[in-house]
């Protein structure tokens, strides 16, 4: 698993939402009009694009990344990724690291939401993002707001060329109508729709790699703030996916040993109305739904016994003492 990216200069979605391209959460590159020099695959590969001098295969100089032939007739290239849940987009990184002399001077992407299957010639597909001059080894952080959902994505190079990564931040649509009232959901998994409100730090890593699937694979994933040399606490909230009853909760300090916080704690409350970034203020005065709690090194740590019962919340601030890192976030709990 890649070290998610500190890049000062990257928006905001790219800090609160997950990406829908990922192949670890099922996203696949499905067709490309042409993959000679690299395939598409690559494209979306979580590990940050890499440049290695003098090494070559049978086509030519090997790349991170999705890259075409020069094309030699009309035309442009393309290629198809199914995301890896039905989304709503909220923003796009087309990524041309190490691509220089070889990236495409444009891009433009389009979007679909096909039921079932994969795309065919009678798919109807929408603007995402319009024709983008792109430069060479640079992100291109595109905002999008569209709120239509999708579950695959074409993305069109004018006229060919290369692109390292495509990031497609955003929020999974999932159909909870069916869903059984008595079955404990994460609601704070990334994959099943919450997302991270805001953090005071996250100079060491992003606060929205607590929300992510698995455990963390070493202390670059997880959310790590900065040494505190001030009173206080480091703290993020979490829009849950969906409004539930918390009965369970996990604090993951995975390989977090010198750094890991002495305590943590948790805030909640049922929101309505207001902006995210209203919450802030408003968090510090929830009620308490975990007390301070001791953690330990590289632990799995599990409460249920200890939750306060505050019946249906939309959200949680979690409360670290006094800073540190933290691995993965879990809150187990039935829909309201």
Not at 5 to 21: M, S
Not at 295 to 301: A, E, G, P, S, Y
Request: hydrophobic letters at 35%; charged letters at 20%.
């Amino acid at each position: 698993m890649a070290i998610p990216t500190l890049d000062p200069n990257a928006p905001d979605f790219t800090r609160r939402y997950v990406n829908l391209a990922d192949p670890r959460l099922g996203a696949q590159a499905l067709e490309a009009s042409d993959d000679f020099f690299a395939p598409k695959e690559r494209m979306l590969n979580p590990e940050p694009a890499v440049f290695i001098p003098g090494k070559y295969d049978d086509h030519g100089k090997w790349m991170d990344g999705w890259e075409t032939r020069r094309k030699r007739t009309t035309g442009y290239d393309w290629c198809i990724v199914k995301l890896a849940r039905p989304g709503v987009i909220k923003g796009i990184d087309l990524d041309t690291s190490h691509f220089t002399g070889n990236f495409p001077p444009a891009a433009s992407i389009e979007g679909a939401h096909v039921a079932d299957g994969a795309p065919n010639q009678s798919t109807q597909w929408s603007e995402v993002v319009p024709s983008t001059t792109l430069q060479g080894n640079s992100h291109h952080y595109l905002d999008v707001s569209t709120e239509q959902p999708f579950t695959h994505l074409r993305v069109n190079i004018y006229p060919d060329g290369g692109i390292a990564r495509l990031r497609v931040y955003g929020q999974p649509q999932l159909d909870w109508r069916n869903a059984d009232r008595n079955e404990l959901f994460d609601l704070a998994a990334m994959e099943n729709g919450a997302y991270m409100v805001g953090a005071n730090n996250q100079h060491f890593g992003l606060a929205s790699t607590l929300l992510m699937p698995g455990r963390g694979v070493n202390m670059g994933d997880g959310w790590e703030t900065r040494r505190r040399r001030e009173p206080g606490n480091d703290w993020c909230i979490v829009a849950l996916a969906q409004p539930g009853i918390i009965k369970k909760v996990e604090v993951d300090t995975a390989h977090f040993k010198g750094n890991f916080p002495d305590r943590c704690s948790l805030q909640a409350a049922y929101v309505t109305g207001g902006t995210d970034s209203s919450l802030v203020t408003q968090a510090m005065f929830w009620p308490v739904l975990l007390g301070e709690q001791k953690l330990q090194m590289d632990k799995q740590h599990f409460f249920e016994s200890e939750l306060a019962a505050l019946g249906p919340v939309t959200h949680v601030r979690f409360n670290i003492y006094p800073d540190g890192g933290v691995s993965r976030l879990r809150l187990f709990g039935t829909l309201a």
